[in-house]
């Protein structure tokens, strides 16, 4: 006997669950009750159902009864009262049939009684203490309070093959062209078959394309979410079922649904909890409202984080003035109020150099970039811009430098809506725009915004004041990312006075100005004054900010950088070693400085001559660089640059053409023909080209290059000298000893004035020379 309503269709990947039970069933010898919990929605009743219809014959009798409420419960008892003893009963109370019905139960073993859609377990407590026969099957929302009546087992949403094939089957669309629409809609829906279900009805009824239903979803959520499987004002639907999770919720817990709405406008996974209390709410109450959507599987909660099903996410961010858990001013407070939480969380400092804030950083991140992706930056409330832009500084330091000036320009634009154009908050966010530009390479777009953010910080905050310092050395550095070396030079100069004289000799900003000015003596080929303060600065950074400091670790880069240009090989190397095993301890192996100085290791071996290390060092490093900044950005242009002088060293010039000619279309796009980064390219092209035999490509190639090195940099640059001695190389393998002699002459002259007369290049420039003039070839 049973009561049992018909299984619509076969289930769909559930014989996990389904197995489950079946083994639990038959390895009790006394009552086993278990209870199926889940997010409304999931398919607990389906489960339970298919499980009864398969498994009837086993049961000498299965009886299912709605039991949301004690009095649902107490009169599908007395309904099995009624069936069993086949008389009319209306003259016996409700109470005494469910009493009987008890009593049947607990001397007839082999039944399975399913109890659906349990609403609260103490409304069982008075049954289930009596039974002691058979078996009991519990379906509830609610995932906690079964102590010592259930063994409580959650069910979750489907997997997604099983979820495409429900979708499929309720919508008729089961040929394969459909299935890749089909699997990206059932990722749309979560993988919730009461929504799966919902959908292909719709689909069905209305008779619209799977495409055309997501557009649909994606505009008119609410009203979607709401239209039944199947005609009919009572049939379940998502946005029925979760409205009465909501009600019962609320009834119990305002502040519950609040937290529900604010998390709607997050990410889906591991929000940090502590998130939720970080503006001073009251961590207790918070738990206890977290807690209870839990209990009705509302949420995912682990000691340290939250989640939640985005379905939820999306229907509770949904406005619909008919339910009063969205109404408007709920869906918007909420919005303002899921800002107001990340802008409160983010860690204190500058996120370029703060490594201890960075896992905080991260864990946030995911719920920083959905937040982002579901509002509109017309709507953005105060707070924003800062949350953006500190965002944008961030990614910058991480390599996410097109993500990183998407942020940056939206907080600008916030600010200056929020703030005025002049405020000093509009003032640090078009300074972090500026940054993110010149993390991704594009100093022609960083410059304007230095120069403007200087001008008007010197106008609204002085010219002494820390901001507008830090606005001159960013300024600074982005005239060196363009070449313009001497106006960097001449700029820091002027800042270190002033940042020593403000802010004092040891402050971050003097260090790191000092840096910077090395790098630009190095950059101008003037080791000499380089080298001594890159030392300098290592041991001031060392001793005032620790050695795992990233300005410290930088400065040990760009050292290491300086004695290579200055020819010292071997101590290049020895620092490069030990400083990226640092990187890789502090940063990471994946981090852009750690990258950048492989990059260095891969290039001191190869002026050393070890092409068997530099060449595995520069292929790892370029697939690394491509795979972390892109295969565009100019650090990954230049690794494949210098992968294809290496190949071209070592023999390999079929392999090195390729690259190069790739990588000088590249920065011609993106820097113009006149940048030293250009220039380059054309001149490691040219050597490709020689070290192929093809000096008839080689030597035009040579001789324009040298030319515009001239114009742009000048006759002593060491571009313009090393493009001088190589094409003064190719006369000489060309057998025209009249160009390549005086040439070679100018050339070696230049280099003992410049680079120093013990300098690598300058020794290789002379052994050319003499050659050429003994006619040893």
Known sequence: MHNLSHAHAPILGRDAELAWLDQVVREGNSVITQAVHGLGGVG??????????????????????????????????????????????????????ATWALTWLQTHPGWLLVLDNVEDPAHLEP????????????????????????????????????????????????????????????????????????????????????????????HHPARIHATPARAGQHE??????????????????????????????????????????????????????????ADYSMITLTPDTVSVHRLVQTTTRTIDPHDPHRTQDAVTTARHHATALLNAALPDGDPEVDLGAWPRWKALLPHIHAHAALTEPRHDPPGTDRLFSMTALFLARQGQTDLAVAYGERAVHTAARLHGTLHPDTLASRNNLAMAHQAAGDPNSAIPLHESVLADSVRTLGPDHPYTLNSRNNLARAYHAANDVDRAISLHESILADSARVLGPDHPLTLTTRNNLARAYQAADDVDRAIP?????????????????????????????????????DRAIEVFESVIADCERVLGPRDPQTLASRGGLASAYQAAGDLDRAIPLHESILADLERVLGPDHPDTLHSRNNLGIAYWKAGDAARAIPLHESVLADFEHLLGPDHPNTLATRDYLASAHRAAGDLDRAIPLYESVLADCERVLGPDRSLTLITRGNLASAYEAAGDLDRAVPLLETTVRTAERVLGPEHPSTTVFREILQRALTGDG
């Open 236 to 293: 379940a639907t998502v946005a029925r079922v979760w409205h009465l999770t909501l009600d019962s919720i609320a009834a119990q817990d305002p502040l519950a649904v609040r937290l529900l709405s604010v998390l709607a406008w997050l990410a889906p996974d591991q929000l940090p909890r502590d998130v939720l209390t970080v503006l001073g709410q009251d961590v207790l109450a918070v738990d206890e409202a977290l807690a209870l959507l």
């Open 127 to 218: 049954h289930l203490g009596q039974l002691d026969a058979g078996h009991v099957l519990i379906t509830s929302r609610r995932a906690t309070g079964w102590r010592h009546l259930a063994h409580p087992v959650r069910i979750d949403v489907l997997a997604p093959g099983p979820a495409a094939d429900l979708l499929g089957r309720a919508s008729g669309h089961t040929s394969p062209d459909h299935r890749p629409a089909l699997t990206e809609l059932a990722a749309d829906l979560g993988y919730l078959p009461l929504a799966l279900e919902q959908a292909g009805a719709y689909i069905t009824r209305h008779h619209v394309s799977i495409t055309t239903y997501r557009e649909r979803l994606a």
């Open 44 to 97: 607990k009743s389906t489960l339970a159902l298919h499980y009864a219809r398969a498994h009837r014959q086993d049961h000498t009798l299965t009886w299912w009864i709605t039991a949301d409420s004690p009095e649902r419960i107490t009169a599908g008892l007395a309904a099995l009262a009624e069936r069993l003893q086949a008389r009319p009963t209306s003259h016996v109370s409700t109470a005494n049939q």
């Open 533 to 569: 303060l890159q030392e300098s600065v290592l041991a001031d950074s060392a001793r005032v900010l620790g050695p795992d400091h990233p300005l410290t670790l930088t400065t040990r880069d760009y050292l290491a950088s300086a004695y290579q240009a200055a020819g010292h090989l």
